[in-house]
């Protein structure tokens, strides 16, 4: 699977919107953008994914770039209960095919 | 939709026991289920892909006599760790995989925190 870059932790403010970004320069034609985050102790839960248009659901906006080499997570209004670590994470549409983590991003909402 | 539960959330056990793991998914059948463990401030690391009616698939690194799983039907997989020691202790967390809109997506489950004494 193609690799992911994020940066290592992001502060936001509570009500602001967090913009989470993830470099996947190596991307393959049918490999989608999947988004999962993990709240300290549990087990990580679905965001998001998309292939190449942008997505939006009711926890996330994702915005993939044109040539697809870089995403955005966004999420518009951040409470405290966002603070997660969050995975950008590449993967074949191919059942049987398992999720690889990275580091992910810490991302810590503050009041 | 998609819940995944796991059974226990926590166990505590002797050196040299043996702990079972359940993995279910409750609102949807997954062919596919994959077993994952975290150590402490670190990432996931797969452990295995486990297929429904099929021997797992291990990742290299990962002892399959210790490592026990078992997909019995479309809902359930189990891992068991067999003659556990401490350095078991771990984060044990599963996923399964469901189909829907054209694309696989995985759920996780809540974990299981197994400390070996």
């Known amino acids: 699977d193609a690799k992911t870059t994020q940066p290592t932790s992001m502060d936001c403010a509570e009500g602001r919107a967090a913009n989470l970004p993830c470099n996947h320069s190596?991307?393959?034609?049918?490999?989608?953008v999947y988004w999962y985050r993990q709240i300290h102790s549990q087990g990580p839960q679905y965001i998001i994914h998309g292939l190449k248009n942008n997505e939006t659901n009711e926890m996330a906006s994702l915005i993939i770039t044109e040539d697809r080499k870089s995403s955005t997570l966004i999420l518009p209004h951040a409470t405290l209960r966002d603070t997660a670590v969050y995975y950008c994470i590449v993967r074949f549409n191919q059942a049987g095919t398992a999720l690889i983590f990275g580091k992910g991003t810490t991302l810590s909402v503050s009041s | 939709g998609a819940v995944v539960s796991q059974h226990p959330s926590w166990v505590i056990c002797k050196s040299g026991t043996s702990v079972k793991i359940e993995c279910r998914s409750l609102d949807f059948q997954a062919t596919t289920m994959f077993w994952y463990r975290q150590f402490p401030k670190q990432s996931l690391m797969l452990m295995a892909t486990?297929?429904?009616?099929?021997?797992?698939?291990?990742e290299q690194g990962v002892e399959k006599d210790k490592f026990l799983i078992n997909h019995a039907s479309l809902t359930l997989s189990t891992l068991t760790v067999t003659s556990a020691h401490p350095e078991d202790s771990s984060f044990y967390i599963c996923?399964?995989?469901?189909?829907?809109?054209?694309?696989?997506?995985?759920?996780f489950g809540p974990g299981t925190r197994l400390t070996v004494l």
């Open positions: 486990s297929n429904e009616g099929s021997k797992a698939t291990y």
């Open positions: 996923s399964a995989e469901s189909f829907r809109g054209g694309t696989d997506t995985q759920y």
């Open positions: 190596t991307i393959s034609g049918n490999e989608y």
